[in-house]
T-cell receptor
Framework: ETGVTQSPTHLIKTRGQQVTLRCSSQ?????VSWYQQALGQGPQFIFQ???????GRGNFPPRFSGLQFPNYSSELNVNALELDDSALYLC???????????FGPGTRLTVL | GEDVEQSLFLSVREGDSSVINCTYT??????LYWYKQEPGAGLQLLTY?????DMKQDQRLTVLLNKKDKHLSLRIADTQTGDSAIYFC???????????FGTGTKLQVIP
């Protein structure tokens, strides 16, 4: 059974650019949640996708958007990057809402 | 909004017990979790407890929940150097899918 995978591992962008991060959910999981973890902080919930629909959103501006595909993989898009967007972005999948979330290793985004 | 707080750092000697504490504010939490994060790695779910339970034991791990005081603790018996990591408590809000994490407690195990 393949776990949650994320790509790329590391990414460097400049202010104002756009970025797309990708997540492949664990086999059999239909729910994907995205989190932002700034250095020295706990993960902050960005949003969750369940069966291709956004199903809950944290306190993040609209320039953070996402997609979930029919195979339940997901993308996180961030427009107009700011320096404070530098963080580890974690994706977690689960077999339905409210069930145990399995986390991927994360994508480290650096905005210069 | 929901707030989850933890002490930042804990140092113990190998073989001793570790106790990591957490307080939360959401009275409608359904599940409370403990996650472990090692350097450069994602989050690993260690254990969880339902909000209607007081205690859960899983091998070396004991979780205690005081719902009245909104206090959660994780006890690690016979702490090993491999237990050195950052530990996060987190809760799942009732009727919602948002998991709120604490700031994490860095556990240092001294050989």
């Amino acid at each position: 059974e393949t776990g949650v995978t994320q790509s790329p591992t590391h990414l460097i962008k400049t202010r104002g650019q756009q970025v797309t991060l990708r997540c492949s959910s664990q086999s059999g999981h239909n729910t994907v949640s995205w989190y932002q973890q700034a250095l020295g902080q706990g993960p902050q919930f960005i949003f969750q996708y369940y069966r291709e629909e956004e199903n809950g959103r944290g306190n993040f501006p609209p320039r953070f958007s996402g997609l979930q595909f029919p195979n339940y993989s997901s993308e996180l898009n961030v427009n107009a990057l700011e320096l404070d967007d530098s963080a580890l972005y974690l994706c977690a999948s689960s077999a339905g809402q409210g069930n145990e979330q399995f986390f991927g290793p994360g994508t480290r985004l650096t905005v210069l | 909004g929901e707030d989850v707080e933890q002490s930042l750092f804990l140092s113990v000697r190998e073989g001793d017990s570790s106790v990591i504490n957490c307080t939360y504010t959401d009275s409608s939490s359904t599940y409370l979790y403990w996650y472990k994060q090692e350097p450069g790695a994602g989050l690993q779910l260690l254990t969880y407890i339902f909000s209607n339970m007081d205690m859960k034991q899983d091998q070396r791990l004991t979780v205690l929940l005081n719902k009245k005081d909104k206090h959660l603790s994780l006890r690690i018996a016979d702490t090993q150097t491999g237990d050195s990591a950052i530990y996060f408590c987190a809760d799942l809000e009732s009727g919602y899918q948002k998991v709120t994490f604490g700031t994490g407690t860095k556990l240092q195990v001294i050989p």
